[in-house]
C-alpha cells in the first residue's frame, strides 16, 4: 500500500504538481490526425494534465494548441474563426498564429504595436503517423522525440485507437502492468483449446513474475510452464511516463497503449497495434485498435469524446447469465471489461487500504520508479528517464517458449529490440 503523500504524489498531474510536472517534461498525444483533418476547419477542445486548450489545424497544415481563454478578455477561443494562417477570436478579433502570436488586433488603431507585445500560451505540437504530440514543459527546445518503432513505419503497418476512462491515469494505467489479472477478468470459463497462450493462462493463474528496473521504466517476464523441456516468457514494459508495450493476443502484431491524464479524474486510452515486417492483417486495419468496441457519438466538450456505450451507467452491459455460463467477468469486450473494474476503483483508487501480493511486484517497481522520478525532478532537478534517451523506446514485447535452464534475459535480447530484422516474437 501506499501512504496518503505518495498516493497524491501519484495521483496529482494539474500544473504544479510533482506528477504532472513529471509528465510535462515528455512528448505526449493530444489528438488523432483523423480528428482535425481539415486545414481552416473546426477547432477542437483538448484537456490535458488539468489544462483546457484548443488545437487547430492552420491553413498550411500545422497544428496549433493554444489556451483556451483569449487573453485580451477571457473568451473561449473554440469559438474562433481559423482562417488565413491563424485562430480569430470572434469577441474582438484578435488573431493567434500556432506559435501564439498576436499576427492582427483590428480593434486597436492601426499604428498600434500593442499586438506585437502579446503571446498567448502555446505548445509545439509534432505530428507522426496519425497522432498529434505536444510538448508542455519548461524547456525552451522540446527533448527528442522517443524512437517508438510503431511511429516510423509506413501506413498500413499501425493503426491507432482511443477510448475515454473516468477514472485516475494510474489506476487504468496499473491494468497494463498487471499480467496476472488476465487470467480471471478476461477469461471463458471452459480450458481454450486453440492457443497455447490462452490455455496456459486459464490452468495456470499463479505463474512466477521476475521485475527488472531498466533505463526507461521497467520490464517483466512472467513465466509459465510450457511443457516438460519449455517455460512459456510473457515479457512487457513499461517506458516513462505513461507506456506500456504489452500482449495484444494477435499473433505476430505487437501492441501497446499510452496512458494520457485529462484531469486527476480522467484519462485518455491510446491503443497502437503495428507490425513491423508486414502490413498489419486487413481485419484489423479495418476494425482499428478500437476493436469490439462501441463507442457513443462524440460531442464537442472535451470529456463528451471517446465514450463508450457501455459505461458505468449501464453497468458496462453487464450480462449475468453470460457471467453464470461462459465468460468469468460477464461483460463483453476486453478494453471494457478493464474500464468497468478501474472505474469501480472510484474517480481516484485510496491505495492506502490495498494488500499487495507476489504477483504485484511490477506494480510495487513501477510506482516506485515513478514516485522517485517526480521527487528526483522536485528536488535535484534531475532529467526523468527516457526523456534524453529516445532510443530507450525502441523496444517490442514477446511471448515466447524458452528451455528452462534458459535466462529470460539473456535469451531475449534481441527479440525486445525493435527496428530488427528478427521475427515479432508473439505466438499463439
Known amino acids: 500500500m501506499l501512504s496518503n503523500e505518495d498516493n497524491a504524489i501519484l495521483t496529482s498531474v494539474g500544473p504544479g504538481t510533482l506528477m504532472g510536472n513529471l509528465f510535462r517534461q515528455y512528448w505526449l498525444p493530444v489528438l488523432m490526425s483523423s480528428e482535425i483533418a481539415e486545414p481552416d476547419g473546426p477547432p477542437k477542445r483538448v484537456r490535458i494534465l488539468g489544462e483546457d486548450l484548443i488545437a487547430f489545424r492552420s491553413t498550411n497544415g500545422e497544428v496549433g494548441l493554444l489556451a483556451n481563454h483569449c487573453p485580451h478578455r477571457g473568451a473561449s477561443l473554440f469559438f474562433g474563426r481559423n482562417e488565413e494562417g491563424g485562430l480569430r477570436c470572434v469577441y474582438h478579433g484578435w488573431k493567434f498564429d500556432t506559435d501564439g502570436r498576436c499576427v492582427d488586433m483590428p480593434n486597436e488603431p492601426p499604428e498600434s504595436t500593442f499586438k506585437d507585445k502579446i503571446r498567448h500560451l502555446a505548445y509545439p505540437c509534432r505530428e507522426q503517423n496519425g497522432a498529434v504530440w505536444t510538448y508542455m514543459g519548461p524547456r525552451s527546445e522540446a527533448p527528442p522525440f522517443p524512437e517508438l518503432e510503431w511511429t516510423q513505419l509506413p501506413e498500413g503497418h499501425y493503426v491507432l485507437g482511443k477510448m475515454l476512462r473516468e477514472c485516475n491515469w494510474a489506476q487504468a494505467f496499473e491494468g497494463d502492468i498487471d499480467d496476472v489479472h488476465v487470467s480471471f477478468l478476461h477469461s471463458r470459463l471452459s480450458v481454450p483449446t486453440g492457443s497455447q497462450m490462452a490455455r496456459l493462462m486459464h490452468t495456470q493463474r499463479s505463474p512466477h513474475l ?115 455460463t461462459v465468460a468469468f467477468c460477464g461483460i463483453a469486450s476486453v478494453p471494457v471489461q478493464d474500464k468497468a473494474v478501474q472505474e469501480s476503483m472510484g474517480a481516484i483508487q485510496d491505495r492506502t487500504t490495498e494488500h499487495l501480493g507476489r504477483t504485484d511486484a511490477m506494480i510495487t517497481m513501477v510506482r516506485r520508479r515513478l514516485i522517485g522520478a517526480a521527487k528526483a525532478l522536485r528536488d535535484r532537478g534531475a532529467a526523468p528517464p527516457g526523456v534524453d534517451q529516445p532510443d530507450l523506446y525502441a523496444v517490442r514485447s514477446a511471448v515466447i517458449n524458452l528451455p528452462k535452464a534458459a535466462h529470460w534475459v539473456e535469451q531475449t535480447r534481441d527479440v525486445v529490440r525493435a527496428f530488427t530484422d528478427l521475427p515479432v516474437a508473439i505466438i499463439s
Not at 256 to 282: C, F, K, N, S
Not at 287 to 302: C, E, H, K, R, V
Open 210 to 324: 521476475e521485475v527488472l528496473e531498466t533505463a526507461g521504466g521497467a520490464m517483466y517476464g512472467v513465466r509459465r510452464e510450457a511443457n516438460e523441456e519449455e517455460y512459456n516468457w510473457r515479457i512487457k514494459h513499461f517506458l516513462f511516463p505513461s507506456m506500456t508495450v504489452v500482449n495484444g493476443g494477435i499473433p505476430g502484431a505487437l501492441f501497446g497503449q499510452i496512458w494520457v491524464p485529462m484531469d486527476d479524474e480522467h484519462t485518455m486510452q491510446w491503443r497502437i497495434y503495428w507490425t513491423p515486417a508486414e502490413p498489419l492483417p486487413e481485419p484489423l486495419r479495418q476494425g482499428g485498435a478500437a476493436m469490439m468496441i462501441d463507442f457513443l457519438p462524440n460531442t464537442t466538450d472535451s470529456l463528451g469524446q471517446w465514450r463508450t456505450k457501455a459505461n458505468k451507467r449501464n453497468d458496462y452491459l453487464l450480462d449475468y447469465e453470460v457471467q453464470r
